[in-house]
T-cell receptor, first 111, second 113 residues
Framework: ETGVTQSPTHLIKTRGQQVTLRCSSQ?????VSWYQQALGQGPQFIFQ???????GRGNFPPRFSGLQFPNYSSELNVNALELDDSALYLC??????????FGPGTRLLVL | TQLLEQSPQFLSIQEGENLTVYCNSS?????LQWYRQEPGEGPVLLVT?????EVKKLKRLTFQFGDARKDSSLHITAAQPGDTGLYLC?????????????FGQGTTLQVKP
């Protein structure tokens, strides 16, 4: 059984650019949640996708958007990058209301 | 707004010592998870507690969920350098069909040999 995978592992962008991060959910899991973890902080909920539909959103602006595909993999898109977007982006997969299992994360640095 | 307060934020102890990490909230959670995270990696689930008053043990780690399901603790007995890492508590909060995790700020544990 394959766990949650994310790509890329590291990414460097400049302010104003756009970025796409990818997540493959664990086998059998139909829900993907995305979190942002700033350095020295706990993860913050961005949004969740369930069966290809957004199923809840945290306190993040609309320039953070996402998609979920029929195979339940997911993308997180961030437009007009800002310096404060530098963080570790985590995705977690689950079968509601079960436990969320996290991937290794994508480290994004915005210069 | 649901918040989880973790304490202490930093802990540096010698090998063999015992420690307790606390996770407190004014809100009730349907379940609470404890994760451990290494630098640059994703959180790894240690335990999920669901029932008020529940106690779970994982080798030298003991987890307790408060009777009112608002708080939890993690106790490590005879800490070892391999226990070093960031410990995160997270409560499951449901809004409609969305079950999101509310995380504490984390406790950075350093165990010195």
């Amino acid at each position: 059984e394959t766990g949650v995978t994310q790509s890329p592992t590291h990414l460097i962008k400049t302010r104003g650019q756009q970025v796409t991060l990818r997540c493959s959910s664990q086998s059998g899991h139909n829900t993907v949640s995305w979190y942002q973890q700033a350095l020295g902080q706990g993860p913050q909920f961005i949004f969740q996708y369930y069966r290809e539909e957004e199923n809840g959103r945290g306190n993040f602006p609309p320039r953070f958007s996402g998609l979920q595909f029929p195979n339940y993999s997911s993308e997180l898109n961030v437009n007009a990058l800002e310096l404060d977007d530098s963080a570790l982006y985590l995705c977690a997969s689950s079968v509601p209301p079960g436990t969320q299992y996290f991937g290794p994360g994508t480290r994004l640095l915005v210069l | 707004t649901q918040l989880l307060e973790q304490s202490p934020q930093f802990l540096s102890i010698q090998e063999g010592e015992n420690l307790t990490v606390y996770c407190n909230s004014s809100s009730v959670f349907s379940s609470l998870q404890w994760y451990r995270q290494e630098p640059g990696e994703g959180p790894v689930l240690l335990v999920t507690v669901v029932t008020g008053g529940e106690v779970k043990k994982l080798k030298r780690l003991t987890f307790q969920f408060g009777d009112a399901r608002k708080d939890s603790s993690l106790h490590i007995t005879a800490a070892q350098p391999g226990d070093t890492g960031l410990y995160l508590c997270a409560g499951t909060s449901f809004s409609g069909n969305t079950g999101k995790l509310i995380f504490g700020q984390g406790t950075t544990l350093q165990v010195k040999p």
